[in-house]
């Protein structure tokens, strides 16, 4: 198994967030540290829209203090990492990164050569008019809409000014990694989407039904 991961950050710049990581397990603790290698040259196939990525599980992690801290991991199969012969290497986030590495540290070790994705299959659309099924399927999904942006990004501005913490995770609120209730509850967005997984767009906290706007 490549050692080797490609620590993802969101940033507005879009894919400048990659550090190269190395990655070792002892004793069940996964201890990342930034690879020293600045020569190295990866290829990312950047793809046409971006995914939030899939959710793994809770790992323990080494900080760069030696504590264990529980955090959870995400994987991004859509940010395709290659190197120099062809290999993939797994692309990560993690919430409340430089918490655990220090933001310091975390800087871009590698040169990064952007190539585009390669080209989705052609999806043939549907003809004639939607069944009663596709109709109340349709429904479902738009059932109730999402905060307008300016007013989630006033809300996680003022949860972020109270040092408010996500009520199912108790992390700090990031820019890029949170999601806003309509009711004005705030989670962070890994968080939200696992609970999605059991009642789809129903806040955790008072159960109001409701899309998210993603900060």
């Known amino acids: 198994m490549d050692p080797r991961v490609v620590l993802y950050i969101p940033t507005r710049a879009g894919y400048n967030g990659l550090i190269l990581m190395n990655t070792v397990l002892e004793n069940g603790a996964w201890t990342l540290t930034p690879d020293p290698q600045t020569s190295l040259e990866l290829t990312v196939h950047k793809p046409a829209l971006p995914e939030h990525g899939?959710?793994?599980?809770?790992?323990?992690?080494?900080?760069?203090?030696?504590?264990?801290?529980?955090?959870?991991?995400?994987?991004?199969?859509?940010?395709?990492?290659t190197d120099a012969t062809g290999q993939q290497i797994k692309?990560?986030?993690?919430?409340?990164?430089?918490?655990?590495?220090?933001?310091?540290?975390?800087?871009?070790?590698?040169?990064?050569?952007?190539?585009?994705?390669?080209?989705?299959?052609?999806?043939?659309?549907?003809?004639?008019?939607?069944?009663?099924?596709?109709?109340?399927?349709?429904?479902?999904?738009?059932?109730?809409?999402?905060?307008?942006?300016?007013?989630?990004?006033?809300?996680?501005?003022?949860?972020?000014?109270?040092?408010?913490?996500?009520?199912i995770v108790a992390e700090e609120f990031?820019?890029?990694?949170?999601?806003?209730?309509?009711?004005?509850?705030?989670f962070m967005q890994m968080a939200i989407e696992e609970s999605f997984k059991k009642e789809a767009n129903k806040c955790p906290w008072c159960r109001q039904m409701g899309a998210p706007t993603y900060i």
């Not at 999806?123 to 596709?134: D, E, I, L, N, Y």
């Open 54 to 81: 899939v959710y793994l599980e809770k790992f323990i992690v080494r900080n760069c203090d030696g504590i264990l801290l529980n955090k959870i991991i995400r994987s991004h199969p859509d940010i395709v990492v």
């Open 91 to 167: 692309v990560i986030s993690m919430g409340q990164h430089t918490t655990v590495f220090g933001s310091h540290k975390l800087h871009k070790n590698f040169t990064c050569f952007i190539a585009d994705p390669p080209a989705a299959p052609a999806v043939q659309q549907a003809t004639g008019p939607a069944s009663p099924k596709q109709k109340k399927e349709k429904e479902k999904k738009s059932h109730v809409g999402g905060l307008n942006p300016y007013v989630a990004k006033q809300l996680f501005d003022l949860a972020v000014l109270r040092k408010e913490l996500c009520p």
């Open 174 to 186: 990031i820019l890029g990694n949170t999601a806003v209730m309509p009711c004005g509850h705030l």
